[in-house]
């Protein structure tokens, strides 16, 4: 019998770096990673089934209503979900799934799949957000303002998750995610069959 | 305010190598450990304190009746404990601990104290554990056969555990263990102060 995959979900306040973090975590953990799904038009280059399964309005809409998504949300006008059934499918076929979404998402997912192993990624404090947004100079001063208000107001969501990354360094950041994945892999109750089955299995 | 220290019990069957993956794991990790306290009396060379805090039987029992163990238990007409006040003065340090007991001991430890966190330490199957005691040399076949029933009855102890490492190899199961650490040090629970402080620890 194949040991079940883990759903892992790493989410955070935008501007946390979650994106920089999942690309040094694929670096050496193997993740099946979830395709969203979204009812907004594709853009130049985008394709269906890569970048995002692309629905109408109504067939999104169809779909979440006979719980087609393991969480969804509409963000200026456009939906975005993760769809259900390729995640279950990649758990009975034993591989760890991460979803990369946003803080609303991620406790949508664990009241969906409380199984779900929600980790919180955030900056050190408001002056390395601040230094990171500037850094990528796509704010304005008052977004700026709004942005790091958001943050902070988000960061009270973190008590709803399992674990906290503090994001100071990224490749110790992807460890520490690392850690958490392999702790995950060791718990007892996914490792029942083993106990279970020591006698049986193992003749001398 | 100090973030509290955690403690840590690794344990599992006789035979399926504590010491060794401990002493692998105490090369890159700083744990605060345990010195347990026995009402036998000291072996040549062995200090009071270091080894063990020798007390006598009646002293022993004192302790005992006064609450000062984390667990006890009687070994071939010995006692042996865990003295509580050392871990409990750790802990407010902000020391991990990591205790090195059986496996009746463990479970009593998280009776005790239930934030213990159990790792359960095995050999991948009977065959190893085999193949491990014959190299020691130390048992007879009839103790062999008596040393193997009692580890396979020990198995199913696993399951009051929070965390199942096989010992299929040092290096990587101390890897494990270090995963174990780092994932628990990383648990929500224990970084409630960080989150709740965000806003004002950090002005911008």
Same mark, same amino acid.
């Given at each position: 019998? *194949? #040991? #079940?995959?883990?759903?892992?979900?790493?989410?955070?306040?935008?501007?946390?770096?979650k994106?920089?973090?999942?690309?040094?975590?694929?670096?050496?953990?193997?993740?099946y990673?979830?395709?969203?799904?979204?009812?907004?038009?594709?853009?130049?280059?985008?394709?269906d089934?890569?970048?995002? @399964?692309? &629905?109408?309005?109504?067939?999104?809409?169809?779909?979440?209503?006979?719980?087609?998504?393991l969480?969804?949300?509409?963000?200026?006008?456009?939906?975005?979900g993760?769809?259900?059934?390729?995640?279950l =499918?990649?758990?009975?076929?034993?591989? *760890?799934?991460? +979803?990369?979404? =946003?803080?609303?998402?991620? %406790? $949508?997912?664990?009241?969906? @799949?409380?199984?779900?192993? +929600? !980790?919180?990624?955030?900056?050190?404090?408001?002056?390395? /957000?601040?230094?990171?947004?500037?850094?990528?100079?796509?704010?304005?001063?008052?977004?700026?303002?709004?942005?790091?208000?958001? @943050? !902070?107001?988000? !960061?009270?969501?973190?008590?709803? &998750? =399992?674990? /906290?990354?503090?994001?100071?360094? %990224?490749?110790?950041?992807?460890?520490?995610?690392?850690?958490?994945?392999?702790?995950?892999?060791?718990? !007892? #109750? *996914?490792?029942?069959?083993?106990?279970? $089955?020591? #006698?049986? =299995? *193992?003749?001398?």
């Amino acid at each position: 019998m *194949n #040991k #079940k995959g883990l759903v892992f979900v790493l989410s955070g306040p935008s501007g946390s770096g979650k994106g920089t973090v999942l690309e040094e975590v694929l670096k050496t953990e193997k993740l099946y990673l979830s395709v969203s799904a979204t009812s907004r038009r594709p853009r130049e280059g985008e394709k269906d089934g890569v970048n995002y @399964y692309f &629905y109408t309005p109504e067939r999104f809409s169809e779909i979440a209503a006979g719980g087609g998504f393991l969480e969804y949300t509409t963000t200026y006008g456009n939906f975005y979900g993760t769809p259900r059934q390729p995640i279950l =499918d990649a758990v009975e076929r034993g591989e *760890n799934i991460m +979803l990369e979404i =946003d803080s609303v998402g991620a %406790v $949508n997912v664990k009241a969906e @799949y409380p199984d779900a192993i +929600l !980790i919180f990624l955030v900056t050190p404090n408001v002056a390395e /957000l601040k230094r990171r947004l500037i850094g990528r100079g796509t704010e304005d001063p008052e977004q700026l303002k709004t942005r790091i208000d958001c @943050y !902070i107001d988000e !960061i009270k969501a973190g008590l709803k &998750y =399992d674990y /906290l990354v503090i994001n100071d360094d %990224v490749k110790r950041c992807a460890a520490d995610v690392i850690a958490i994945i392999r702790a995950e892999q060791l718990k !007892i #109750k *996914n490792n029942i069959g083993f106990i279970n $089955n020591f #006698k049986g =299995d *193992n003749i001398c």
